[in-house]
């Protein structure tokens, strides 16, 4: 079953079920963020027979607008490890990113005017569906509603000013995430994902080359500080970023960025500068 958040106009969203080319409405649920806070909801979602719109030229939000937590992860895949010049860690590496920072699938992306280091870092995004603290590895799955597309896009003259990375990870509308959140049960572990600018193909590894599975960050992460349905976290990103391209490449005005995950769908955003 595929979820998404459905911008109905004059700031009105609405969490709704695609059904091939059919989006129904959930009633009563602003968007899934929201949808996830009902312990039945994916019996509600499955029986909703809300109003329906046609998913050509629907005006998606990202899928999760409001987070509680996006907790991201650094380093998690050896090609992207190898081509920064770091050692595989012993441990994830986390950072945060703020709900101020998404943006809709299909939404401009906002080149800010303080950087001119504009990267694109494709993601597989886990999206949590039942609260937990200090999760076992082997139940971790049972806390995951689904799985999504993000685009971790970073600005990387701030991000390595200090070793702290969050300045250069969290800009206001840099981080397309959707279009739709997969639920588990149809999830098929270690799809190809890639992330492509103007059409040139930059990024394309299988998530299965991640470090820390999925399954792992639910764990360890939930050691720290309880998860809870809507949060996200985002698994990291392959090689093939821009940064580690000889000469360095960054993104540019009016150049399309296209992250896609087989089986989740894909982003599409067209690069425009700050007003």
Known sequence: MKLLTLRLGNGVTTAVRQDGDTLTE????????ALLKDPNWESTAKTAEGT??????????AVVPSPGKIICVGQNYRNHIEEMGHDVP???????????????PNDDLILPEESDTVDWEAELAVVIGRAGRRIPEAQAGDHIAGYSVLNDVSMRDYQFRTVQWLQGKTWEKSTPFGPAMLTQDEFLPGPLMTSAVDGEVQQSTPTSDLV??????????SRIITLNPGDVISTGTPGGVGHAQD?????????????????????????????
């Open 26 to 33: 959930i009633p009563g649920f602003s968007d899934v963020g």
């Open 212 to 221: 820390f599975t999925p399954e792992f960050l639910v764990s360890y992460i």
């Open 52 to 61: 329906t719109h046609p998913y050509d030229g629907a005006d998606l939000a």
């Open 247 to 275: 000469p360095k490449r960054y993104l540019q005005e009016g150049q399309v960025l296209v992250t896609t995950v087989e089986g989740l769908g894909q982003l599409r955003n067209r690069v425009v500068k700050e007003a």
């Open 90 to 104: 012993a441990y994830p590496t986390l950072f945060a990113k703020y709900a101020e920072s998404l943006i809709g």
